[in-house]
């Protein structure tokens, strides 16, 4: 097959078919599980253990929902990777996070032998998402009370990674349609004996091509005795290397536990803000959300709908940090933006959007700060805007 022929399976319909229906399907299933538990607390305001539990279930539901749109995300922008600096210990610590129920659900160990301060130059959220479906793979693969080995190592201008467990079998078939997928640079998306195995051959050969696209590879090998093994090298951006103890990593999932290499003082080690704070969204939900988070962490949180108002209440008022939406009535994010800072060069300015297609280097030419994705996590708005505080000298 020549290579214009393979690169037309990027687009099969039928896989796309598959694809949507499947997805719109799970968030269904989890959409609805989440709004009955959500229901049942509202209806039962004196049960302290049910509020708990479906706040819980409400949270994993949420998690969940956001691992399907991420899938998405990594197959829209598989050709287009937005390349940046990447810690390689921060890509590892998130996607071990997203396989934290399915690690715990199974009673599954996880021995972790990682080199922190590698730096690689990646799209963070593709590099993320390989880590994830790979250790998705392990975590769904393998015998309860099984364990999975992470090696992480800078070697000869590499970084490689090895994920691996003892603790899974496969038959001899299913080993040389992984070899044959990973040796093709392209996305394989139809399946010949029907739709059956689609899903899993097309998550690894997306995350194939995204490796491959990073300049670097996957190889996988299996063997009776000593199991599964999966191998990712990918080129190292030359930095000084800093060997941080395993243990640092065992908090899987937690962020704000994990030694950061850089500095002597981070933004895990702030524990309260004093900060002035604009959120401009036309959601009123999720200005809200944000206003709550934020108020209860000390800090002085303004509300507005659009981008006019934003300006507006900008011209009265020197705001440390201000979370903008991108999209919005009267006047967008980008355009309020310029004026803003038209306004106050030093303004921080941090978009959060749920676009795909954004001209990063448009943004940053602008004096946007930062960006984040939806959905998000709470935790990356406070983390960025503790980075805004130490900066500034405010903590």
């Not at 687009?11 to 997805?23: A, G, N, Q, W």
């Amino acid at each position: 097959m020549d290579e214009v022929s393979k690169k037309k399976e990027i687009v099969d319909p039928e896989y796309l078919k598959k694809l949507i229906s499947d997805s719109v399907h799970s968030i269904n299933n989890i959409l609805t599980g989440m709004q009955g538990y959500a229901e049942l607390a509202q209806l039962n305001p004196d049960d302290n253990k049910l509020i708990e539990d479906s706040l819980k279930i409400v949270i994993d539901s949420a998690n969940k929902v956001k691992l399907e749109l991420k899938n998405f995300r990594a197959f829209v922008r598989v050709e287009a990777p937005q390349f940046e600096e990447v810690d390689v210990q921060e890509v590892l610590e998130e996607a071990l996070s997203l396989v934290r129920n399915e690690l715990e659900a199974g009673g599954i160990e996880v021995d972790l032998n990682i080199q922190a301060g590698g730096y690689i130059r990646a799209d963070h959220s593709q590099m993320t998402q390989v880590l994830f479906n790979i250790l998705y793979d392990l975590a769904c693969s393998i015998k309860e009370g099984g364990k999975i080995s992470i090696y992480g190592n800078a070697e000869n201008n590499s970084y490689i990674f090895n994920l691996s467990s003892s603790d899974i079998s496969m038959d001899m078939d299913e080993v040389e349609e992984i070899k044959k997928i990973l040796s093709e640079p392209f996305i394989i998306m139809k399946d010949e004996e029907g739709l059956g195995k689609i899903e899993k051959r097309s998550v690894l050969s997306i995350c194939n091509r995204i490796v491959y696209n990073h300049l670097g590879k996957i190889d996988f090998s299996y063997d009776k005795r000593k199991g599964l093994n999966y191998t990712i090298t990918l080129p190292l951006t030359i930095k000084e290397v800093v060997s941080v103890p395993s243990e640092e990593l065992k908090q899987i999932g937690k962020k704000d536990e994990v030694s950061y290499v850089e500095s002597a003082r981070s933004p895990g080690d702030v524990e309260a803000l004093d900060m002035d704070i604009l959120v401009v969204d036309d959601e009123e939900y999720i200005r809200n959300t944000i206003h709550y988070f934020f108020s209860e962490k000390g800090c002085r949180v303004i509300q507005a709908e659009d981008g006019e108002y934003a300006l507006d209440l900008a011209s009265k008022q020197g705001f440390d940090i201000i979370f903008m939406d991108y999209l919005m009535p009267k006047m967008g994010g980008l355009e309020a933006a310029k004026k803003i800072k038209k306004l106050n060069s030093e303004a921080k300015i941090v978009f959060i959007t749920g676009r795909e297609s954004i001209d990063l280097k448009k943004f940053h030419k602008e004096g946007v700060y930062g960006i984040i994705k939806k959905p998000f996590d709470l935790e990356e708005l406070l983390n960025i805007a503790k980075k805004v505080a130490l900066e500034k000298g405010l903590i």
